[in-house]
Each structure stands twice: as C-alpha cells, then as structure tokens.
C-alpha cells in the first residue's frame, strides 16, 4: 500500500486524499436568511451526516475560506436556525448553480429557477421542490481549530424541529424513505459526483 505521513503533506493533498477517500458523501443543501438584507441564501455542503438517534440532528462543517466565515455559517450564528434539504439528482445541476461564491447580499437562488416555500417553526424558508427537507435551529457550534489556533471551519449540530418528505419518497404506513424514489446524489472528489446503484441487505448478528 502508498503511505503518506499527514505531516509531510500539504493541505491540500490531505483535503483531496479525504474527500476522495470518504465517500459516497450526502449534500446538505443549506438555506439561511441574511435577516439584515432579508436575503435567502442557499449553499450546497458535502461534509454532512447525522449525529444521535437520541436527539434529531444533522451535523454540517462549513470550510473558512482564506480563514473567514461563509455566509451560511454567519448566518447560522446570526439567527440561530437554518433549513436543511437532501439533494436528488434531478436538482443537482440547480444545486451546482448556488455554489456560485457570490456577495453576501446576493441571494444564489436568482442563478436558478428554484422557489421558496415558508417554513412552519423557523423563518428561513425552504426550497420548494426539494423532495426532503428539515427545518432546523442551532444546538451547537464548534469553531475548528488548526495546530497555530487559527479556525478553519465551523461545524454545527443542527436541531430538526421539523421534518418534510415529497409523497413520491415516503412510505406513510411504514414510516420508510423510499431511496430509489428519492435517488439522491452523492459527492465525490473534485467536480465529480454519483447517483446510487444497486441496493443489497445484511442482517446484523445479534450474538
């Protein structure tokens, strides 16, 4: 096997070596309101995940850039609640447009033919044709540090308060999301991306 050493690499070796390696990884499609402006802002974010099945929450590191917050993350801290969407690969081409490292009061979704829908318990609204989508209020905030001290990105444990799945990707009677139905894509490295593939179980040994 190659063996590199974290230390001998340069940052961006060990991002590339990461983001190749941890993968198929979920897209948090992130709305939050710039209250100040009254802008919506929307911005994709593969590093995301859940985090406890005693409490509802998602997990979202937003990167720094050149050591200052995104807009999403001041926002988040600023009002404290944000909408959280799964990206479906018929919206993946919209997503990519709200990448776009625009100003922050300059609204991403003016790229793109998306709608906004209000939301019931926060108020960022949601994007409407989103098929799954989490209203959500901050119940934490982790400012990453690098070995000088200096932050580098801002992880957040976001609270769902609310829950909406489109009919077409869940099952009412048995509480399922239905995968294929939703075939949601997936962040690889670079500018590549994945829709999901063949299904297959295990069942987990119970001794």
Avoid: C
């Amino acid at each position: 096997m190659y063996h590199f050493k974290s230390e001998k690499l340069s940052k961006k070796q060990q991002y590339k070596m990461i983001s190749g390696s941890v993968i198929p990884r979920p897209i948090a499609w992130v709305t939050s309101l710039n209250e100040l402006d009254e802008i919506v802002n929307a911005a994709p974010f593969s590093f995301f995940s859940a985090a406890s099945n005693e409490i509802p929450l998602l997990t979202v590191a937003v990167l720094r850039s050149n050591g200052q917050l995104k807009d999403t993350a001041r926002n988040i801290l600023d009002q404290k609640e944000a909408v959280v969407h799964i990206v479906d690969v018929d919206l993946t081409k919209e997503m990519n447009e709200t990448a776009a490292p625009l100003a922050p009061e300059q609204s991403e979704l003016t790229r793109t033919s998306l709608s906004l829908i209000d939301s019931q318990t926060v108020k960022v609204p949601g994007i409407k044709e989103a098929r799954i989508r989490f209203e959500t209020t901050l119940h934490q905030h982790v400012e990453v540090k690098d070995d000088a001290g200096q932050a580098v990105s801002d992880l957040f444990l976001l609270k769902v308060t609310d829950f909406y799945f489109a009919e077409s990707v869940f099952d009412l009677e048995k509480e399922y999301i239905l995968p294929e139905a939703l075939n949601p894509t997936a962040r690889l490295s670079g500018i590549q991306y994945a829709e999901m593939g063949r299904l297959f179980t295990y069942k987990r040994p119970t001794e």
